[in-house]
């Protein structure tokens, strides 16, 4: 067999997948660095990994849902919200801080949309799947990551932290899908200007879905 044609088609598959990696990487980084409302562009992935890994943060939720209540919108929240977004550069400073404190904390992928609040203080936005609505079919047994199988898959991180606070509950609310214009701004400024108020359901649409009749109630 000749040895020549091999080495080449070999050639070929590995730049035709260089390529296929370089396009994710950039997909991935354009994806996160949106422009801020001056058109500059501030959110980058921390680590630029290719994928989000899970996070398990290091601050307990009980702890940030206190934290939580301090940021509770109000009017002068609102009106510094305002404030940021009409000065640019002061802008950028704050998002960029954002991103160091939750990037540090959570792995913030920078969505904008925060689901924190939601989810036990563990952002969904770090599985590598970005799945903000419980975990994919691939989670172990042992509740590991599919894509990082050394990691505990976030939501299991995140059931864990919302039930030490009995607010496992907040796991069965529907995150509506996001808006992802709003990659790389600060969600802090989005919040306070209330466009988070709908970013999940106020119930689990369980009551207004057709119930599936068990077995038992059909015969
Ligand atoms: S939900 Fe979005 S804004 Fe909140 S920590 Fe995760 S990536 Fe950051």
């Known amino acids: 067999m000749r040895i020549q044609p091999l080495?080449?088609?070999i050639r070929r598959e590995r730049v035709?997948?260089?390529e296929e990696v370089e396009m994710t990487r950039r997909s991935t980084q354009s994806r996160v660095a949106t422009p801020a409302p001056d058109g500059s562009v501030t959110g980058e992935v921390p680590g630029s990994t290719l994928w989000p890994r899970p996070t398990t943060p290091p601050t307990s939720a009980r702890a940030l849902y206190r934290l939580h209540?301090?940021?509770?919108?109000?009017?002068?929240?609102?009106?510094?919200?305002?404030?940021l977004e009409a000065?640019?550069?002061?802008?950028?400073?704050?998002?960029?801080?954002?991103e160091k404190v939750k990037g540090h904390t959570f792995n913030c992928q920078m969505c904008?949309?925060?689901?924190?609040?939601?989810t036990g203080y563990a952002c969904p936005m770090s599985c590598p799947k970005q799945l903000?609505?419980?975990?994919?079919?691939?989670v172990s047994a042992e509740g590991m990551c599919e894509v990082y199988p050394e990691e505990p898959c976030v939501w299991v991180v995140?059931?864990?932290r919302?039930?030490?606070?009995?607010?496992?509950?907040?796991?069965?609310l529907l995150q509506r899908p996001i808006d992802h214009r709003q990659w790389g701004r600060s969600s802090w400024v989005n919040y306070w200007q209330g466009r988070d108020d709908r970013l999940w359901t106020e119930d689990d649409g369980r009551t207004s879905s057709p119930r599936v009749r068990a077995a038992d109630e059909t015969a």
Do not use: K, M, S, V
Request: proline residues 7%; contains cysteine; aromatic residues 8%.
């Open 69 to 83: 209540r301090l940021l509770e919108p109000n009017r002068g929240y609102a009106r510094l919200a305002r404030w």
């Open 132 to 138: 903000r609505n419980g975990p994919c079919g691939g």
């Open 158 to 160: 995140a059931y864990e």
């Open 162 to 172: 919302a039930e030490q606070e009995g607010r496992e509950a907040d796991l069965t």
């Open 112 to 118: 904008g949309q925060c689901a924190l609040p939601a």
């Open 16 to 18: 035709h997948h260089g």
């Open 87 to 98: 000065h640019p550069r002061a802008y950028r400073a704050f998002t960029r801080t954002e």
């Open 7 to 9: 080495l080449a088609a």
